[in-house]
């Protein structure tokens, strides 16, 4: 799968309907689609078949690009081409460093543009035709292969008036015939939290009976919202992207605590790893390296400073592999947030690792991102020193850190998409316990929970 757009076809752009009416409105549109036996040129589609996916979307930026007229389409929550377009198009109109990314200073315009245009914000989208509609982004690279039910809760702040719905279909073209549509539907309500948490049932039934449910969150996931609580009850996979939690280290805790009481979970951080782990694994992996892995025993690691989640991870993931048992943790801070937690080996040698929070100055698209690691010992005779980074940040850092041992030394390449609708795409294809990450995070927890002790 991949984030490349199809040509789209839409047998309905949003539109308003009461609660009650979705499913009716929805069966309407299948049955003005489902045979060409009249002679006509309008085409045949299927409808959602595979699963149903919830996302809770708390972050207003497509609403906000609807209600001032730049977006066209569904409030789905799902970022892809239009959406960056849109931004892209508020931001050249109203005199703002066009980017195509909604940072605060564009979020912060629309907003005021909103409340001095006396508009409210609504789901409200203008017709879309499919000349408008070159590629929505990764809903329909999944429609295209798994066509599904996307319902998307927004919520808003203001005056609990309800919750209002919309209802919408769109249809990459099938290559195989273009004559047969593969075709996503959409179902979106917006109102207040408290609103949309009494909705809770409502949602419950809308998801597609006997079919995978997915519940992508996007905000901290926490058991004590009703909501949530009663949506990952029933979840197939409850997935969450720790890179943009507000407070990482406690959000960590919750989600290993959930894990541990058998919550279907998955992180899409945790995927963005997979490139360090398998180099840090194949360095390794010659046989004469083989033996010198038990030998390291300093470890450093350089993330972009504000979220420390992906270098817990990963220091979680090591040491669950190399049995490394947490006993203490210090704090340093200074401009880097030194933090040096040491561990215990199987045959009670220390280990310590440093983790460093790197100040930069050109920000990636994904905040904490590993940029360096660094493995070596004190056994000066062991061949076991290795050093990774980041391509687009080089290996001076690391390879400042010297020594008498050499090292072997090489880059990371990144995923080739590491934001999260694109990754959520891969997501929705492997659904299974992953008892890798289950194991690294509860090492994660519990270096977390010495640092509440410290």
């Known amino acids: 799968m991949t984030t490349q757009s199809l040509p789209l076809v839409s047998l ?24 060409s036996d009249d002679g006509s040129d309008v085409p045949v589609a299927t409808r959602a078949t595979t699963f149903s996916i919830v996302i809770y979307e708390p972050e207003e930026t497509q609403q906000l690009l609807a209600s001032l007229g730049f977006y066209k389409g569904p409030v789905d929550g799902i970022a892809g081409p239009s959406t960056e377009s849109a931004v892209r198009a508020a931001q050249k109109a109203y005199g703002l460093t066009v980017t195509g990314k909604a940072d605060d200073e564009t979020v912060a315009k629309l907003r005021s543009q909103l409340s001095s245009s006396g508009k409210t914000p609504t789901t409200d989208s203008q017709e879309v035709s499919p000349s408008d509609l070159k590629g929505l982004g990764i809903a329909d690279a999944i429609a295209s292969a798994n066509p599904c039910r996307i319902i998307t809760l927004c919520p808003i702040a203001g005056q609990d008036e309800g919750v209002t719905a919309q209802v919408s279909a769109y249809c990459p073209i099938n290559k195989r015939s273009h004559n047969t549509l593969i075709c996503c539907e959409y179902i979106t309500l917006t109102g207040t939290a408290e609103a949309l948490e009494r909705t809770a049932g409502i ?23 009703g909501l949530f ?29 959930s894990l541990s009481q058998g919550m279907p979970l998955a992180d899409l951080n945790w995927r963005r790893l997979a490139p360090w782990q398998e180099l840090t694994a194949e360095a390794f992996d010659p046989p004469e390296r083989r033996s010198a892995v038990m030998e390291v025993d300093k470890v450093t690691i350089d993330y972009e400073k504000g979220n420390p989640s992906q270098a817990l991870m990963f220091l979680g993931w090591l040491a669950s592999r190399l049995q490394w048992r947490p006993v203490s943790l210090t704090e340093e801070g200074g401009d880097y947030d030194i933090v040096r937690v040491q561990f215990t080996m199987a045959d009670g040698r220390a280990v310590e690792a440093e983790l460093a929070g790197i ?32 391509e687009t940040t080089g290996c001076m850092r690391m390879e400042a850190g010297g020594g008498a041992q050499s090292c072997r030394i090489q880059q990371v390449t990144p995923l080739t998409d590491q934001n999260a609708e694109f990754l959520l ?30």
Do not use: H
């Not at 009716?24 to 549109?29: C, D, G, M, P, T």
């Not at 597609?208 to 996007?218: A, R, S, Y």
């Not at 920000?363 to 070596?376: C, F, H, N, P, T």
């Open 425 to 454: 795409s891969q997501q929705l294809r492997r659904w299974g316990q992953d008892v890798l990450y289950e194991e690294s995070l509860a090492v994660t927890a519990q270096i977390l929970q010495l640092k509440a002790i410290a």
């Open 12 to 35: 309905q752009s949003p539109k308003d309907v009461s609660i009650s009416e979705i499913e009716a409105e929805l069966l309407k549109i299948w049955q003005s689609y489902n045979s």
């Open 359 to 390: 100040p930069t100055a050109d920000w990636g698209d994904i905040a904490g991102d590993m940029v360096g690691l660094r493995l070596s010992s004190t056994n000066l005779k062991a061949d076991c020193c290795t050093v990774l980074c980041s």
């Open 203 to 225: 949602v419950e039934a809308l998801q597609i009976g006997e079919l995978p449910k997915f519940i992508w969150w996007k905000a901290t996931p926490d058991p004590q919202i």
């Open 229 to 257: 609580k009663r949506l990952a009850a029933s979840a197939t996979c409850v997935i969450v992207d720790s890179s943009s939690f507000n407070n990482p280290e406690t959000d960590l805790l919750q989600i290993q605590a």
